[in-house]
């Protein structure tokens, strides 16, 4: 009977997880998601390379499913976008962290970078840019500065991209060039765009100490960025060597779990700086 216990188990597990599938490729899981509050937001901070301090946080979502357990953003963002939800749930992002604002107000100084993710769907979207300033108008004045993650390879896709940068940059936001080097795109392209932050993908990080054959490109990249007058993030830093290099090589800003984890408020709150830790 251990056996049948087991072989139900299964069963009802996969079962379970195949209407679950189901549900959350119709997006009405998301919806109830968003309406039961299973979404929270998690804050990665960004650090100087210079001073290592903390200049600012990437907010990122989380879903706390009842059933499933975490999900992943990388599975329900790709759902919300396929379903049309992308705009509802960013809406959604907006308003937890306004919710936040209040306490991250005390966490962090004035003018620290609060990263936003943006998703292609969300840029076309009739309303983007009321969602915009009614966001902006939620937080604290003057507190955060704004800064837009889009990745490389939705910002080609873009065909109205230059206009819709130039209208952020008149309100006072800045944008990040999300995941560079993932997309095809060359750096003297981008540059035509005013771009404010070049965020290097961790796939080109993770590979640095290891040579193999992307740590030469990320070479030749981070030189032509500062040629450029770029200023570079590096993401998915997660060990002291890589920091060494990055920071030796110019790169402004640091962020992975060499320095920190993402991290909810209260424990953003008791974050220390990573002073020393070179
Ligand atoms: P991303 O924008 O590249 O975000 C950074 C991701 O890298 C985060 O994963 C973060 O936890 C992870 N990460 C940071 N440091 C390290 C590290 O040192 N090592 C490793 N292995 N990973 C690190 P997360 O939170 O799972 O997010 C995955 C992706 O989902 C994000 O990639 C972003 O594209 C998307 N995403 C998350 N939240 C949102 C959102 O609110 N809106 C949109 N449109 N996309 C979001
Ligand atoms: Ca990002
Ligand atoms: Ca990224
Ligand atoms: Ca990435």
Redesign the pocket.
């Known amino acids: 009977s251990i056996l049948a216990g087991l072989i139900f188990g299964l069963f009802s597990g996969v079962l379970g997880s195949y209407f679950l599938f189901a549900r959350m490729r119709s997006g009405k899981e998301i919806l109830t998601g968003i309406k039961r509050g299973q979404f929270h937001v998690v804050y990665q901070p960004v650090v100087d390379a210079q001073k290592l301090e903390m200049q600012g946080v990437e907010a990122l979502l989380r879903w706390e499913h009842p059933t499933a357990g975490a999900i992943p953003p990388d599975a329900f963002i790709a759902f919300a976008e396929a379903q049309q939800l992308i705009v509802p749930l960013t809406r959604h992002l907006f308003a937890l962290v306004a919710r936040d604002a209040r306490q991250l107000q005390n966490i962090l100084p004035p003018g620290a970078k609060l990263g936003i993710?943006l998703a292609p769907g969300h840029l076309h979207a009739p309303m983007f840019k009321e969602d915009i300033m009614a966001f902006a108008a939620s937080l604290p004045p003057q507190h955060f500065k704004l800064v837009f993650?889009i990745?490389e390879r939705d910002m080609l896709k873009e065909k109205e991209a230059m206009g819709l940068f130039c209208w952020l940059h008149k309100r006072g936001f800045e944008i990040a060039i999300?995941?560079f080097g993932t997309g095809h795109s060359a750096l003297i392209y981008l540059q035509r765009f005013t771009l404010d932050y070049l965020?290097i993908?961790?796939g080109f990080v993770n590979s640095i100490g290891m040579e193999t054959v992307t740590t030469p490109v990320l070479d030749a990249v981070l030189t032509l960025a500062k040629r450029l007058d770029m200023t570079t993030v590096a993401?998915?830093v997660e060990t002291r060597e890589q920091a060494k290099w990055l920071i030796e090589r110019g790169v402004n800003y640091l962020q992975g779990y060499y320095f920190s984890r993402p991290l909810t408020l209260t424990q953003l709150m008791n974050w220390n700086q990573p002073q020393g830790s070179h």
């Open positions: 993710n993650e990745t999300d995941d965020k993908d961790r993401e998915g």
